[in-house]
């Protein structure tokens, strides 16, 4: 029988249908190495009971041949998605003992289609972060380690939980969220497969919310085939949501393999920034060969304002977020300060010892940027240039398909080498916060190692709802690197 940490979620899911293997044989394999990673923090929440009777449940359905997309699969939940009456906490100290009476619309979608949750998995603290050091709940660390070198390596983040645990096969997948790189980013970190859909395609109904214009949901999974088939699942239409798509969800695995032939893949020159590891352009030119080899072609492009994405979207992001973020006082959920206070008075102890120092400094930019006599010079000037961003790829889409592009501008680095310096924590998102304030699905897939043996990955860029095009070349990308390295199990 393959060993658990072998399967990849299609794998397991023949396995099931097969009978090779029960769901519950398959939960209890995760559980116990769940338990034996507990040095790599990935988890803050594990719900073992809840695993076990979903996985019962399932073996009930899979003995009769019956079961949805993911019967019996476990999987592991970002804690930012709510779940019905388990603790929920965004990695903050804020929403302490914080059990949802609803189910949020992507977990629910999951579940409907027979999907085991194992836990609730660590995050940055409201996912603002790209290293998972702003959780409450202590950073996570990646099972990945520079050669010859014990060094506590970041996962990413903000999904460093989902990213984690994916890599060092706690479970067969997982959600994530990303808003301004959170499933790309630490996917590239960690050699694992990253999918953030079309603005609008998952429902964002019952995930706690950074930056509700930005904010996505999509997997991070071992595979291609593995992120398409949770993404189908995921997705879909939903009217508690204003923003959400209605539209038909396609097949996503349907079109793995399909050829690549003629379709025009765009190289922006502008992601060719100064001080980026040699390893990473050669990886680059490596990606637009086998695409070429693939038979597409190959097209250079530019997309100037680029330059602009990351202050707009360090603008944007904490606006919008200082504006979610005013529902958490101490009245409604969650921790409330100690003492007899005053109203204003409560309010203002709560949230100074309920949040974090990063989700402090995103309030206070955001209420600036937003505040009279500062709006028009910071927050609509922002909107403006990202309306220019949007119409840019537009443009830039007449005339390619797809655009290739580095995931990352670097590897992941060590714990504590960034998070006293936001601005170069910041840096990191500099690829990836395009597509968010564009609304276009990215994905990143891996590519290979650096001379320090850690994981970097490619990342492609597509038309709004054209997530099969990005898959299908994801595909090609992954066959083409035969990425075949894991992380050594040094955790256990
Ligand atoms: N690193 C970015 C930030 O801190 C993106 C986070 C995200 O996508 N959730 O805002």
């Not at 836990?119 to 702003?134: I, P, V």
Request: aromatic share 8%; charged share 25%.
């Amino acid at each position: 029988m393959t060993k658990i940490e072998n399967h990849t979620l299609s794998s397991l899911r023949d396995a099931l249908k097969n009978k090779d293997l029960s769901s519950t044989e398959a939960t209890q394999a995760y559980l116990s190495r769940i338990e034996n990673a507990s040095s790599l923090n990935s988890f803050i929440t594990l719900t073992a009971d809840k695993a076990l009777d979903m996985a019962k449940a399932s073996d009930a359905k899979l003995t009769k041949g019956e079961g949805g997309d993911l019967e019996g699969i476990p999987l592991g939940i970002k804690d930012l998605f709510c779940t019905k009456d388990v603790l929920t906490t965004a990695g903050s100290h804020i929403l302490d003992g914080f059990k949802p009476g609803y189910e949020s619309s992507v977990t629910s979608n999951l579940f409907n289609d027979g999907a085991v949750m194992l836990g609730k998995l660590n995050l940055d603290e409201f996912a603002m972060g790209s290293s998972n050091e702003t959780s409450f709940y202590g950073p996570v660390i990646s099972p990945w380690r520079r050669n010859g070198d014990t060094t506590k390596i970041t996962p990413g983040g903000s999904s460093g939980g989902s990213a984690s645990a994916v890599s060092a096969a706690l479970c067969a997948g997982a959600t994530a969220t990303d808003t301004g790189g959170s499933i790309r980013q630490p996917a590239a970190f960690t050699g694992t497969v990253g999918i953030k859909p079309t603005y609008g395609r998952c429902s964002r109904w019952g995930t706690v919310a950074f930056a509700s214009s930005l904010d996505q949901a999509g997997p991070i999974t071992r595979t291609v085939r593995d992120g398409a088939i949770m993404l189908k699942s995921m997705a879909g239409y939903d009217p508690k949501d204003s923003t959400s798509i209605n539209q038909a969800v396609p097949d996503y695995e349907a079109v793995l393999g399909q050829s690549v032939k003629g379709l025009k893949i765009g190289i922006p020159k502008e992601y060719r920034i100064d001080g980026m590891p040699a390893k990473i352009e050669d990886l680059w030119s490596k990606g637009i060969e086998w695409l070429k080899d693939a038979g597409c072609e190959i097209v250079d492009i530019s997309l100037p304002l680029t330059k602009y994405a990351l202050p707009v979207y360090y603008i944007v992001a904490p606006a919008e977020a200082s504006s979610n973020l005013a529902r958490y006082d101490g009245v409604k959920y969650g921790f409330r300060a100690d003492g007899d206070l005053p109203i204003d008075e409560l309010y203002e102890q709560t949230r100074a010892q309920g949040f974090g120092d990063e989700v402090k400094r995103r309030i206070m930019i955001g209420t600036y940027v937003l505040s009279a006599g500062y709006y028009d010079a910071y927050y609509l000037r922002a909107q403006k240039v990202r309306k220019k961003i949007f119409d840019e790829f537009h443009d830039a889409f007449k005339a390619v398909d797809l655009i290739l592009t580095p995931s990352a501008p670097s590897a992941a680095f060590g714990l504590g080498e960034k998070s006293g310096d936001p601005v170069s924590m910041y840096l990191n998102d500099i690829f990836t916060v395009t597509a968010n304030l564009a609304g276009l699905p990215g994905m990143s897939v891996p590519a290979g190692l650096d001379e320090q043996g850690l994981p970097l990955g490619l990342q492609l860029i597509a038309r709004p709802l054209d997530e099969e095009t990005m898959l299908k070349g994801g595909y090609v990308l992954e066959k083409a690197a035969n990425f075949k390295a894991r992380p050594e199990d040094w955790w256990i």
